[in-house]
């Protein structure tokens, strides 16, 4: 009895859900000897969970001059909580300021204000009650 195709797909498919209509890393272990099988899912790039979380098709062409769209604070851990099994951050404050960072240059702000500034209030504990909260 060889591996069972159809079995992996659904797999694949519920390990994906949260990544509708998203480019996902899979990786497929399969036992030769039993025709067991595992299936690991990396997560999309930090971009297209920023394009996703606010509906665009893409980042800015021109990231200083137009901005594309706004995250809230909620929405950035949130991203960063999705980034952190990929991340060599070691606390959700410093996953937060990795998402900001790739804000910068796709012309997103953050709780309405430039990534960078956003870096710098939460730099200040400005977030951190926040950041508690939504751990």
Do not use: H, W
Request: glycine share 6%; charged share 25%.
């Amino acid at each position: 009895m060889g591996v069972n195709i159809l079995q992996i797909v659904n797999k694949i498919n519920e390990l994906t859900k949260a990544y509708a209509g998203m480019k996902v890393p899979v990786k497929i272990l399969v036992n030769v000897e039993d025709k067991s099988f595992e299936v690991e899912i990396g997560t999309p790039t930090t971009s297209a969970l920023i394009v996703k979380e606010l509906g665009i098709e893409k980042g800015s062409a021109t990231p200083k001059a137009t901005k594309v769209g706004n995250l809230s604070p909620e929405q950035i851990v949130k991203i960063a909580q999705m980034k952190r099994t990929d991340s060599y951050a070691r606390t959700l404050k410093s996953a937060v300021k990795e998402v900001a960072g790739a804000c910068v240059s796709m012309g997103v702000t953050v709780d309405a204000k430039e990534p960078k500034e956003f870096i710098r209030n939460l730099d200040a504990g400005q977030y951190d009650v926040a950041l508690k909260e939504l751990e």
